[in-house]
């Protein structure tokens, strides 16, 4: 079991950037995947980036090239950096984290907002 927590949201202008934070409860070496998902007002969720326990990253389409996931396993933490924004990025920012290849379960914290407008 994992908990997560974000943090970083808020208010930017557009063309700025903003750093989100995940922090786990626990260790983030051995999880197999952690991921950002976002969802627009008045919209689903989406699938935003992921890393693997390979350090492996994988983009969305609309993001690809502005945004960045990392991690730092001394922190127990994965980032987002995100550059270039626009205002179709505005979303509540979650994350997600399945501990093992095998499991199904999803652990998800509880989300920052960031709103991108002038």
């Known amino acids: 079991q994992v908990q997560l927590a974000e943090s970083g949201g808020g208010l930017v202008q557009p063309g700025g950037s903003l750093r989100l934070s995940c922090a786990a409860s626990?260790?983030?070496?051995?999880?197999?995947?952690i991921a950002w998902h976002r969802q627009p007002p008045g919209k689903q969720r989406e699938w935003v980036a992921d890393?693997?326990?390979?350090?492996?990253?994988n983009y969305a389409d609309s993001v690809k090239g502005r945004f960045t996931i990392s991690r730092d396993t001394a922190k127990d933490t994965i980032y987002l950096q995100m550059n270039s924004l626009k205002p179709e990025d505005t979303a509540v920012y979650y994350c997600?984290?399945?501990?093992?290849?095998?499991?199904?379960?999803?652990?998800w914290g509880q989300g920052t907002q960031v709103t991108v407008s002038s």
């Open positions: 626990g260790s983030i070496s051995s999880i197999y995947v």
């Open positions: 997600r984290a399945r501990l093992s290849a095998w499991s199904s379960v999803d652990y």
């Open positions: 890393i693997f326990s390979s350090s492996t990253t």
